[in-house]
Nanobody, 127 residues
Framework: QVNLVESGGGSVQAGGSLRLSCAAS????????MGWFRQAPGKEREGVAG????????KYADSVKGRFTISQDNAKNTLYLQMNSLKPDDTAMYYC????????????????????WGQGTQVTVSS
C-alpha cells in the first residue's frame, strides 16, 4: 500500500520561504514520477512541479518558475518542494503525488498522470 505524507506547510510573509516534504512508504521515489499540486479555495487544482527521477527531468508551472524547486532524497525516500519568494497568490493546500508503477513517462504537472496522492499541507502567505 502506498502512503504519501506531506509536511512543512505553515504561514509566512510575502517574500519568505518554505520547504515542503513528502515522505513515501510503499513507493520508491528513485524510479518514479512525482509531482506537487496545489488547490486554493474556490479554484481548480493546479500542477506546480513534476519530476521524472529516472531521467532527471523536471517541469514547472509558469507561475512558479524561478521560485520553486522540486527535488528528492532517494536515501530518505522523500520528495521536496523548496519555495522561495513566496507571494500571497501561492496560498493553497499543497499535495504531493506519485505515478503508478509503469505509468512514469515524463515529468508532469497534469493530475491525470498520477495515481497516488497525499492528504495535503496548508501554505498561507500574507502580504
Amino acid at each position: 500500500q502506498v502512503n504519501l505524507v506531506e509536511s512543512g506547510g505553515g504561514s509566512v510573509q510575502a517574500g519568505g520561504s518554505l520547504r515542503l516534504s513528502c515522505a513515501a512508504s510503499g513507493y520508491s521515489y528513485s524510479r518514479g514520477c512525482m509531482g506537487w499540486f496545489r488547490q486554493a479555495p474556490g479554484k481548480e487544482r493546479e500542477g506546480v512541479a513534476g519530476i521524472d527521477s529516472s531521467r532527471g527531468w523536471t517541469k514547472y508551472a509558469d507561475s512558479v518558475k524561478g521560485r520553486f524547486t522540486i527535488s528528492q532524497d532517494n536515501a530518505k525516500n522523500t520528495l521536496y518542494l523548496q519555495m522561495n519568494s513566496l507571494k500571497p497568490d501561492d496560498t493553497a493546500m499543497y499535495y504531493c503525488a506519485a505515478a503508478r508503477a509503469g505509468y512514469c513517462y515524463r515529468a508532469s504537472t497534469e493530475s491525470a498522470d498520477f495515481g497516488y496522492w497525499g492528504q495535503g499541507t496548508q501554505v498561507t502567505v500574507s502580504s
